[in-house]
């Protein structure tokens, strides 16, 4: 009695491959694509990051740290520095335009309009980044749509193509639909019997918002934020074509040094090393964050 009481403990200890089995059946296709084509390259471009002005056809040779010293370069920093300046204001300028727009989708569009609504918000990202970045180059431009406008009305032309201004322009425009769809979503989760109980208890509007909405709603809006903020320091199309060379980044940077004149692969290697970690850090804040709560 004793030895079979001590095999069926020894079965229970061993893992039940029958349930086993169809879990990782259905992990494998994912896992295989992630592991090909995540995981394996990430690594590549690692190595690669330590070998010093590599270029194609060299051999991989890792031997140091150099690349990544460069990057604190003052002129490669500036560059970071206005990589994430230019993706924490495009953050910022969607959170304060779509909030609204998710708000009364959500909350004060009647039920049968609200998909109707939402498609139609949504329609610009049926067309491609590079013709919205085109339309906003003629919007733009000296002699553009603006200026035009603005000469109608007796007011001096402005001239903000080729700046940060146009990049923060172009790169809103072209996020905005992620951050509405993402507020929308959690805003439409949102208790309106809070909001009714606090307007019985004397709360006025601005109260009720920061106080019940906002508290409610915070997870959408560090979603939203994350997912806005590393599109945005990963864009390459609106800081080229809007920008121009006084607007450089780390990702026109990254290209530059892969398919560009100076064909450094270990300087780019480290490059976008360096914005994997920015995009690390960014992801952990948002996880301890949800944690915290």
């Given at each position: 009695m004793e030895s079979s009481s001590n095999i069926k403990k020894i079965e229970k200890l061993q893992p039940d491959w029958k349930n086993w089995l169809p879990t990782w059946?259905?992990?494998?296709?994912?896992?295989?694509?992630?592991?090909?084509?995540?995981?394996?390259?990430?690594?590549?471009?690692l190595e690669l990051s330590l070998v010093p002005d590599i270029r194609p056809g060299n051999l991989v040779n890792p031997s140091g740290l150099g690349n990544y010293i460069r990057i604190f370069e003052p002129l490669y920093l500036k560059v970071i520095f206005n990589s994430l300046f230019l993706a924490f204001g495009t953050t910022i300028i969607t959170l304060i335009l779509g909030f609204p727009v998710a708000y009364w989708i959500a909350l004060i569009v009647p039920k049968r309009w609200q998909n109707l609504l939402l498609l139609a918000f949504v329609l610009p990202l049926w067309t491609s980044s590079l013709l919205r970045s085109y339309a906003w180059i003629t919007i733009l431009r000296p002699t553009g749509l603006l200026n035009s406008i603005l000469a109608s009305f007796g007011l001096p032309a402005v001239n903000i193509l080729n700046s940060n201004s146009a990049v923060l322009i172009g790169m809103s425009y072209s996020l905005l639909p992620y951050m509405v769809l993402i507020l929308y979503?959690?805003?439409?989760?949102?208790?309106?019997?809070?909001?009714?109980?606090?307007?019985?208890?004397?709360?006025?509007?601005?109260?009720?918002?920061?106080?019940?909405?906002?508290?409610?709603?915070?997870?959408?809006?560090?979603?939203?934020?994350?997912?806005?903020?590393?599109?945005g320091l990963g864009d390459f199309i609106d800081p080229e074509l809007l920008g121009g060379a006084s607007s450089m980044t780390a990702a026109r940077l990254v290209y530059n040094q892969f398919l560009g004149a100076s064909q450094n692969w270990g300087f780019g290697s480290a490059l976008s090393m360096a914005l994997i970690l920015m995009v690390s850090i960014a992801i952990s804040f948002v996880i301890k964050f949800d944690q915290t709560k």
């Open positions: 059946g259905l992990l494998a296709p994912s896992g295989i694509w992630l592991l090909m084509l995540l995981v394996l390259p990430t690594l590549i471009i979503a959690s805003l439409e989760k949102l208790d309106k019997q809070l909001l009714e109980a606090a307007a019985d208890l004397g709360a006025n509007p601005v109260q009720t918002f920061w106080k019940v909405t906002v508290p409610q709603v915070l997870p959408g809006i560090a979603a939203g934020s994350l997912l806005v903020f590393i599109t």
